[in-house]
């Protein structure tokens, strides 16, 4: 007899029954009634009755011992209700996390500002958060909330915006570089309790919590970081807040009421820490995935469990909400408050659209005749967007024509002006004749600004790339019998903005196509780029037309006047005209972040001594100097605490091995653990292993260039996975006797090897060779750059 309400979920029993999993209630009511009725139809498994629905194991053990002599897998009620697992702390967490706060305050905080020039990269962050204060408009290959943050502490120090930071030069007196670093300093101090916070969401002992915040507190990598005016604390605070969020709703969905307070805020605040932590840099999207991950496990897990539909679609649609657009809804916050701070031009705006650009003030688009005339110099862009502005230049076709090549650059350069004229043979002085605005159907031509040759095109030549297009050239025209080859008939597609209704062109807000009067065809550019003959530029070509009357409306044929100068014109407001929406503003400014990531190509042919690659980095092979070396400078050296980057990645390495070994083991009925305790074991080490390996592998995959700083959020997984670890060992061996004895003698060796290496975290400022006792590893370049030439 099949149970008949396959829509009811069911539940573990208790461990120490041994009850089938996933068993809904009426399933187990008629089991026993099969028991009841004789052995033939018992499946000798006694069921626990139960009230509620889980899709996780319970056990039922003895109240959680601090000395972790219990089991790992302790989740009784009375531990339940103690609050350990709801994320509720005892008045000694309240304690021993004030502690550990105020010892990483000291670590952090230590001689802040004894080195007073601009260091490393606060020459890049320190000027990006001037620019907020300054409202000037920059671009960047990271999202803006870390830089916003930054610029906060600048406005907290009072600074006005004035200073440059430019690498290595000293603050001058009026810039409180101090309290700034001090400010960033907190993310990092923030790290250490935060860390002790999540263990105990993990169900690791205090012992071995407090040692995982010890980990974090003395390593020295984490700690030199922390210590400048840097985006990678802010990045390494909110991933550790995403950790912490996550193990706690976990523990919350597992035991607790679902759809509780508790448990939305829990879930909330777990999707609005992936919000900021992708808001900060692209790397935190690795912790999306691995949030993801869980999610589809839980979920997942809930629907083998049978849980009723009503049920599950109220945890899709919670996650949803939480998980997806409560992120993405900070992410585009961020933006907006970015968009909205950048108000003026700046080095960085023409990343974006002409359209954006002429809404920020001070530029030169913002400020410009509306009105197209004949005799204006205009630059002409193609709305198929990544070509840019029409360009040409001195440099001429290797076959065809072997005239003055026509393309697409996507940059400002004096090459893209072009001179609008009348057609071929209409005879008139822009200078003194009376003013004849450019209309749609005009003929025109484009005179190059720079050699004064007329684009023109013919059926004779072909196009150097694209087959049975016709090339685009520019040529200085004599001949009367080819008068017509340079005559373009102007054919507007779309008037985005026209406060008169005319048929008139505009800059910005006109859409044109331009055909060839003699061949029909129509100007194109396309993906194609030129080979390095033509400077790697798009291909610009003419689109064959035979029937001269197709209403092509696609992009790479149409075209508008970016910019217009004229000086019988008066000069126009172009923002009362044309605007720019905000989401396709984001969108476009993020795809110009992916293009500037990618193109961050290390020079094979060029050793640096602050790249290093992934492989390098779990065993701390190259450490990297973050300043100048000489003897009197203040030196700093990016190498952290050797015996936990060995440590976290040797556990690290092992544990899929592990994992596989413990699951082949089982499914040979040979199991060291039961079900309960292996699934326990999992839901732990998911979040932790898990993290490392998306912060880390990734990298491998990656052509961009490299530094060992960005191991450091795979880090902070690998020394909770190291603690986890050492609590999961020493609360079997001899039953948890000397678990607390384990975690002083390791915390107090860490803390002295921190100390060895404190001369590179708080500043060195003698001769290097002085510390060539701590070189551990030959590659350690202390004293010496073995590479360099």
Known sequence: MEPHNLKQRGRHGHEGEETLPFVSEEYANEQRQRAAAGPSYSLDIPITPGKSYGAYPVKKSPSWDDSGADSLTDFSSATFESGLVLGLLKSRDFVITGMLALASLVTRLWSIGRRPNVTWDEAHFGKFGAYYINHTFYHDVHPPLAKMLVSLAEVVAKHNGSFDFKSGKKYPSHVDFTLMRAQIAMYGVALVPLAYLTCLQLRISRPMAVLAACFVLFDNALCVMSRFILLDEPLLFFTAMTLWSAVSFQNVSKHGKAFSHRWWAWLLMTGFSLGCVMSSKWVGFFCVIMVGIATADDLFRKYCALMPWDEYARHWCARIIALIVVPLLVYTACFWVHFTLLYRSGTGDHKLSANFQANLRGNNLNTQPYDITYGSFVDVRAVYNGPGLLHSHTHTYPSGSRQQQVTCFPHRDTNNVWQLRKAFGAAMDYAIDPIAFVNDQDIVQLVHNQTGATIRTSENFKAPLTAGHFEIAAENITSSSEQGISNWRVEVVKQKHSGRKDKRVHAMTTVFRLR??????????????????????????????????????????????????????????????????????????????????????????????????????????????????????????????????????????????????????????????????????????????????????????????????????????????????????????????????????????????????????????????????????????????????
């Open 516 to 789: 060839h009067v003699e061949t029909g065809c129509l100007m194109r550019v396309g993906q194609r780029r030129l080979p390095q003959w033509g400077w790697n530029q798009a291909e610009v070509t003419c689109l064959p037309d035979p029937t001269k009357k197709k209403d092509i409306r696609s992009n790479d044929v149409l075209w508008y006047i970016e910019h217009n100068t004229n000086k019988r014109m008066a000069q126009d407001d172009l923002s009362k005209y044309v605007k720019s929406s905000f989401l396709i503003d984001m969108i476009q400014l993020n795809v110009e972040m992916a293009k500037t990531n990618n193109a961050l190509w290390p020079d094979v042919n060029k050793y640096s001594t602050l790249e290093s690659k992934p492989w390098s980095w779990p065993f701390l092979i190259h450490p990297m100097r973050m300043v100048g070396w000489g003897d009197k400078t203040i030196k700093y050296y990016e190498i952290g605490n050797p015996l936990l980057w060995w440590g976290s990645a040797i556990v690290c390495i092992a544990y899929p091995f592990r994992l596989l070994y413990l699951l082949v083991r089982m499914k040979r009925k040979c199991p060291l653990w039961r079900p309960s305790e292996l699934l326990e074991f999992w839901d732990n080490t998911k979040f932790l292993w898990g993290g490392w390996a998306l912060h880390y592998i990734p990298f491998f995959l990656m052509g961009r260039v490299t530094y060992i700083h960005h191991y450091l959020p795979a880090l902070y997984f690998g020394l909770l996975q190291l603690a986890f670890e050492l609590d999961f060992f020493f609360k079997r061996w001899r039953r948890g006797r000397y678990l607390r004895a384990a975690a002083w003698i390791t915390g107090i060796v860490v803390c002295i090897v921190f100390l060895y290496f404190a001369p590179f975290t708080y500043g060195w400022d003698k001769s290097a060779k002085l510390l060539a006792g701590r070189k551990w590893l030959s590659s350690w370049n202390i004293y010496e750059d073995f590479y360099a030439i």
